[in-house]
Each structure stands twice: as C-alpha cells, then as structure tokens.
C-alpha cells in the first residue's frame, strides 16, 4: 500500500525556468494539501485541495506559484520564473477527506521534494 | 491566531539519557489538535502521536511519552533511554482553522533538532 508519492525527490533548476512537482495521495484520499518548509524552519501551509477544486490558498505566493489537483492524475505544483528564494522542501500530504475538517484526521505526508534555484 | 513556539532549537545527549521536547501553542479555538512529527535525516515526516484539546491524559508508547497541559498551554514529548536512531527534527503542530472556514490545516512549530551521541 504505497504512502503519498512525490516526485521528483530532487529537482535543480536555474534561475527563470519552471518548477513542477507531482504528488499522488495515498489510495482512497481525495484531500491534498502542500506545505513548504525553508531551511531552518519548520513547514508553512500553502494550498489544499480536492479534486478538481482549490479549497484554500491563503499560503500561496500572490505570483508564480499555482496548484492544481485534476480528476484524473496527480496533483501538481507549480513555480514558473524561479529564483533563489524559492529553493526549499515542498512537502505533499493528503487525507480521507471530511472528518479532517474537524481536524481529526492525520495528515500522510509524502518524502518531500526538494527544490534547488541555482 | 494559532502559534506553536519550540523554543529548543538543538539539543544533545548521550546515547541511554533521557530527553524532553517542549512545545508550547497558542490557538482561541475551543477545540483543537495537537500533533508530533518526527524528520530523520532522510527527510520524510513521521507522525507520531495525535491529541485532542479535550483528553488530557499523559500517554506512554514504549520509549515515548507525551504531557499534555492545557492550563500552561503545552504538550511536551519525552524520550526515555534515548538512541542513536532517536536522531532527528521532531515538529509539534496544532490544527487551525483555514481562513475560508473551510477545513483545517498544521501549523508547525520551527522544530527541535535532537542528536543522540553514542
């Protein structure tokens, strides 16, 4: 039974380019949700989202940052014009879906993909 | 606002001492969740242990324990005859309630790197 697949594990990029990250939730759950932990520091809440909806993004960056979970396939971050700032882990979790949102739901987080802006 | 504060940011001991984490939260919500996470060095998030704001009771799993205090607003982890494996980051976090009123998400604390010296 796989947990909460990321990839790529590892990803390098230029300043400029664009950054995709993958997450499948584990089998089952429909809810997603994507943190950003910066070095030195603990995680940050982006995004969360279900199929085909964004729910909340209040933690997202204004600009260049995106997020979708369509019906079929893996959710998908997205960073287009990186810069250094945006060098971090971005870590995937997902959840069954309604008792979360009392909170009562452990979050399944994925191994994380870790981002490098050369 | 909801806040979790570790305030340890390193610590070491020797193999076999025992070591407690602190963490400390601040939320308005009546309800609530608190959780411990641990990161190895390998990166992933393991979850360790969840309570809610209404069970105070201390809670033993083998080696680990936490103490749960809603009166000095803390919920401190506490690893007795501690190991080498026991070495990495360990998170504690506190479900909050999305700005959308939607669902909740983890706040993290910064994280306590914890070393054990053979």
């Known amino acids: 039974n796989a947990g909460v697949m990321q990839n790529p594990r590892h990803l390098v990029r230029r300043r400029g380019q664009e950054a995709r990250l993958r997450c499948s939730p584990m089998?089952?759950?429909?809810?997603v949700y994507w943190y950003r932990q910066l070095p030195e520091e603990g995680l940050k809440f982006m995004v969360y989202?279900?199929?085909?909806?964004?729910?909340?993004e209040s933690g997202m960056p204004k600009e260049r940052f995106s997020a979708e979970f369509p019906k079929e396939g893996p959710s998908i971050l997205r960073i287009q014009q990186v810069v250094r700032g945006d060098s971090a882990a971005y870590f995937c979790?997902?959840?069954?879906?309604?008792?979360?949102?009392?909170?009562?739901?452990?979050?399944?987080f994925g191994a994380g993909s870790r981002l490098t802006v050369l | 606002a909801q806040k979790v504060t570790q305030a340890q940011t390193e610590i070491s001991v020797v193999e076999k001492e025992d070591v407690t984490l602190d963490c400390v939260y601040e939320?308005?919500?009546?309800?609530?969740?608190l959780f411990w996470y641990k990161q190895p060095p390998s990166g992933e998030l393991v979850f360790l242990i969840r309570?809610?704001?209404?069970?105070?009771q201390n809670e033993i799993s083998g080696r680990y324990s936490w103490n749960f205090q809603k009166s000095t607003s803390s919920f401190n982890f506490t690893i007795t005859a501690s190991q080498v494996v026991d070495s990495a980051v360990y998170f504690c976090?506190?479900?909050?309630?999305?700005?959308?009123?939607?669902?909740?998400?983890?706040?993290f604390g910064s994280g306590t790197q914890l070393t054990v010296l053979p």
């Open positions: 979790a997902s959840s069954p879906g309604t008792p979360w949102e009392s909170g009562a739901n452990v979050l399944t």
């Open positions: 089998k089952g759950h429909s809810h």
């Open positions: 939320t308005r919500d009546t309800t609530y969740y």
């Open positions: 309570r809610n704001s209404f069970d105070e």
């Open positions: 989202l279900q199929k085909e909806n964004i729910i909340d």
């Open positions: 976090a506190l479900s909050a309630l999305l700005s959308s009123g939607s669902a909740r998400q983890l706040t």
